[in-house]
């Protein structure tokens, strides 16, 4: 295990951000940590970082105690903070460069590393630039960039993505597959369930600072699809359409919006044809057909009722 | 020294920075240099001179380089100071320089509209010509012509007796000033130095150097040293300003001067460094600054002397570090050595002391 949390718990006054917290992650993964906004990631990622204090648990990264070796772990680990942590009065270069100091990188060695990373994020021919200058995604960039010069064991990135434009978006997802690749674990925090979902091989959902799911994506989905999802488009609405379909075996719930019909059925129902068949008979035409698959929005939503991004 | 390193380099890109750094004290002491030297260039001064001995005659060629000296009638004095033909009227009386060699206290009676900051200097000049030739005379001990060769050399400046006497006269009153801008300046400068570090909290920046392998006491110690440096830089652009483009007149000891400023600015950083810790943001720290600096600069005589300050206000300002560095210059530029100034050397270092003390004194978490 690269990073072992043991009953983690973290208080801020009155409010409880990490709530007796466990995870473990292993090497060579891409671990995603999924929550809505205020569910505890970042006060999760401060205090693996040994910035924030803890009130109990333990941490132990690289096998070590984050308490008594906090100086050695650090060197090892690149971190992308959620708030764009770059110098906006130096280069894109001379940032880069001044990370790659501070981690100990010197000489010919710091001048690659600096070339690779901004290489790699796609800033090279921007790099005498000031990141005043820079767009949105680009100042992202650049802020991963910093983080991943010195070749880390552990990547820890705190919602990279946030707020730009799905071109940086897929270059920075595209890029988090490539350093696992190099060898880097990498743990990925976001909001964004479909991020997570597609890059991420174990997931730790959290909400309230309390870890309600983990496992792969499989198994997490497998945890919701006790029941299957229809929508379906037709051509006209009939009043006892609704009624009609609530008969049918194995639907547990049918609802109209507009045109569209939502029905929830017990899993394995086998009950498609059934369902065809109604509508065909009341005389309405099937304009569109979508079995909804499970997701991991779909899970947060049966775990906790609510919606991931409200 | 990474942070170190940086630091100044994005200092001294910034504009701003620069501007508090040097362009300020460069203003305030150009400024100073025309109002000190302005009036003085064009002055006139009319004499009447009834003794007309040896003595006289060195005396006012020794006034020549203070203004344009025009020999007079003692009934003109007043309609031509009131018309602005001369800006200062001199009347040797009969016998003065007689009285002079006998020790006796003869007075030169001087007219000018009012003391204004224009005749000043050449008053003072002419308090210090009139002391050193008592000295003379005393060395002579009434014999004229000893009197008279030791005027001479003292004019000349050939000897010791100019060393003791003549450097008092000519007037440290703009170098002193200008000192009190640049003890302004070097306040306003760690300020906004220091600046920095909060740029940093509010950039993220300084969170996330703490993930990297360093320590917090590091990151604050190199910090620390960058404003060091960069304040003796400026100390030493507005010195060598000072000597050699305005010809100021810095006293016997610029290492001593040097030394007095550098502890003053270990008290200038650690007042910055805690006025950051202390303020909530850079708005806050910006507004903060000037409502703490310039009542402290007044009080401790950057813009006029000290003692021309009710009573009270006198002892309030001992509590302000400015008061105890510009005594300090004062004492080095009128020729004291670092020895005598030890008292107020080390209540400056007292004053940083509680200022870093402030400074840590709120040591929260980290805020992300
Ligand atoms: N410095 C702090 N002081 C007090 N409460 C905080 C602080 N930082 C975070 N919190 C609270 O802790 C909870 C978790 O916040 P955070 O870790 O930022 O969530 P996330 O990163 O998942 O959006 C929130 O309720 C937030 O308000
Ligand atoms: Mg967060």
Redesign the interface.
Known sequence: MILKINNLVKRYKDVLAVDNASISIAEGEIYGLLGPNGAGK??LI?TI?G???YDEGSIEIFGKDLKKNE??I??E?G?V?Q????????TAY?NVE??G????LRGNLLKERIEEALNFTGLWDRRKDVPKKFSGGMKRRLNIA?AVMHHPKLIIMDEPTVGIDPQSRNLILDSVVKLNKMGSTIIYTSHYMEEVEAICSNITIIDHGRVIAKGTKEELKSMISFEERLAIDISSVNFNLVDGLKKVIGVKECSLNGNKLLIISEKNANNLSRIIDVILKMDVEIKGLNIEKPTLEGVFLTLTGRSLRD | MTIFNFTIRRIMRDKGQLITMLLVPIGFITLVMMLFSGGQFNMSIGVVDYDNTEWTQSFINSLDNKGIIVSIDEDEIEGKLLSNKINLGLVIPKGFTDDVVSMENPQIQAYSINETDVTVPVTIFIDNFLAASKHIAAAADGNIDTFNKGISLYINGSNNVKEAFYDVGESKGSTVSGMGFLVMSMLYFSVSASGIIMEDKEGKTFYRVLTAPVRLREYMLQKILSFLVLLQAQVITVFLLMKYVFKMNMGPSLFNLLVALFVFSIVCISFGVALTSLSKNTRQLSALSPILIIPMVMLGGSFWPREIMPEILIKLSNIVPTTWILISIEKILYGQNLVSITTELGILLMFSIVFFLLGTWKKTEIEV
Do not use: H, M
């Open positions: 970042t006060t401060s970082l910035l924030t204090k100086y050695e650090k060197k680990i971190i903070p708030d764009l942590a770059i110098y906006l009065d130096l001379e001044y990370f100091r501070l981690y100990g910093c």
